[in-house]
């Protein structure tokens, strides 16, 4: 064998601060890499500590390693020993290609790639969370001012930035995290696996109204819970599902809450979900009503792509998914009357849970189709055009600025 031959293909780093993410927010992506012909390695916390993630990985050929890295909270020692492992890594495995995705693996996995000098860096903005949602004051505000300087610092050094709303991009550009020379991208979302999360039929009988999300305030869980105790009150037959845990995030809920709703009768709580999809054939109504940076919440595509009318707020990431008065409806943020009146609306016209379910499956397949949003993404970073994907003898390429 000659020696052109037996050069290795080109190596793909993927970063993530969560090893679930890995499969169900990024499983396409990762395989759509692997088809294009590359070594792909994914680097998280908690790897070794699940096995059916790292089976799955593994059983696509992609080559897996447990970093140490806090999902929360900004302990500068802990914060230093997951940069230092990341360096470590990159200089064993010589990428040629990072993407990290949430905070911290963008801030940290990009200065690593930086100082390792892996020829090509990208960073993908899913949200922006706690310390960007909200009055910044307090906690908050020091949290904010903090992100804010590492963003820029990190950004700085990148290729590309992708963002998954047009509001998170002339955020950072407005604040100057992302410098004007740095090219950005805005993608629908992270798309949504539509042949998994595959359209089902209504449930019959009264409308059941499901939440999906992290239980944190911010994501308006206790708007979702003052809205069913209304609408319970007048409509008992009317059913309020929750589905999600208490976080470790500063902003979550608290168990005596979500006792005390539970307990009060007005609301079921489902706990986490590995599968959401049999709560979503449950539901006749998606209701998300989110003041978070959400970058665009995956849970709305989801219950689009299985054909449901959605109700959710009329703020970054989350205004994008929904046409008010065709797939759903857009309400303002922590308002729970308006939140209140939307829900009405299926309970006096039930016919609308079908006419706007079918109108979402319908964006969901025009607009947020995973494979469509993958395919731009890969070609925003050289690795999609047919011409190139044999990576082993070819760069990638390099994407002027917009």
């Known amino acids: 064998m000659n020696a052109k031959a037996a050069k290795p293909n080109r190596r793909f780093l993927l970063v993530s601060g969560s090893s679930y993410s890995l499969i169900n927010f990024r499983g396409p992506l990762v395989r759509s890499l692997i088809k294009a012909g590359l070594e792909v390695h994914a680097a998280s916390p908690g790897l070794n500590d699940d096995p059916i993630t790292c089976r799955q990985l593994e059983s696509w050929g992609v080559i897996i390693h447990d970093i140490p890295m806090q999902r929360t909270g900004l302990n500068p020692w802990h914060d230093f020993l997951t940069l230092k ?52 004051r ?14 820029a610092v990190a950004l700085n050094k990148v290729d590309r930035v992708f963002f998954q709303n047009p509001d998170d991009e002339t955020l950072f550009r407005d604040l100057e995290i992302l410098h004007t020379h740095v090219p950005s991208q805005v993608l629908n979302g992270s798309g949504v696996d539509m042949a998994h999360f595959a359209a089902a039929p209504l449930p019959e009988g009264s409308p059941r109204f499901l939440l999906v999300a992290r239980l944190l305030a911010d994501k ?25 845990d208490i976080d470790s995030n500063p902003d979550t809920i608290t168990q005596q809450e979500l006792a005390t709703w539970v307990g009060e009768g007005f609301l079921e709580h489902l706990g986490w979900l590995s599968d959401v999809r049999p709560a ?38 989350c205004r994008e998914t929904v046409i008010d008065g065709e797939n759903g409806y857009l309400v303002p943020v922590k308002d729970v009357d308006a939140l209140v009146n939307a829900m009405q ?7 609308l849970m079908q006419t706007m379910g079918r109108r979402s499956y319908e964006i969901a397949k025009d607009k947020y189709d995973v494979h469509k949003v993958n395919a731009i993404m890969l070609e925003a970073m050289g690795i999609g055009k047919p011409e190139l994907q044999n990576m082993a003898e070819k760069p990638f390429d390099t994407i002027a600025a917009k």
Not at 105 to 117: C, E, I, Q, R
Not at 138 to 151: C, D, I, N, P, T
Not at 345 to 351: G, S, V
């Open 220 to 244: 308006g869980v206790r708007q979702y819970a003052e809205a069913a105790r209304k609408i319970k009150q007048q409509h008992p037959e009317v059913v309020f599902q929750l589905a999600g």
């Open 345 to 351: 609306h299926f309970i006096d016209r039930p016919a």
């Open 85 to 136: 492992s990341l360096y470590r890594l990159m200089n064993d495995i010589r990428p040629d290609a990072v993407l990290g995705y949430t905070i911290k693996p963008v801030v940290y996995g990009m200065l690593a790639a930086w100082l390792a000098k892996v020829p090509r860096r990208y960073a993908l903005i899913t949200g922006l969370g706690y310390a960007f949602a909200g009055e910044a």
């Open 280 to 317: 979503l054939t449950e539901s006749s109504v998606f209701v998300l009503p989110s003041y978070y940076r959400e970058g665009t919440p995956r849970s709305i595509l989801e219950a689009m792509s299985m054909g449901r009318a959605v109700i959710t707020t009329d703020a970054p990431g």
């Open 138 to 151: 307090g906690k908050r505000a020091l949290v904010f001012h903090l992100v804010r300087r590492l963003y």
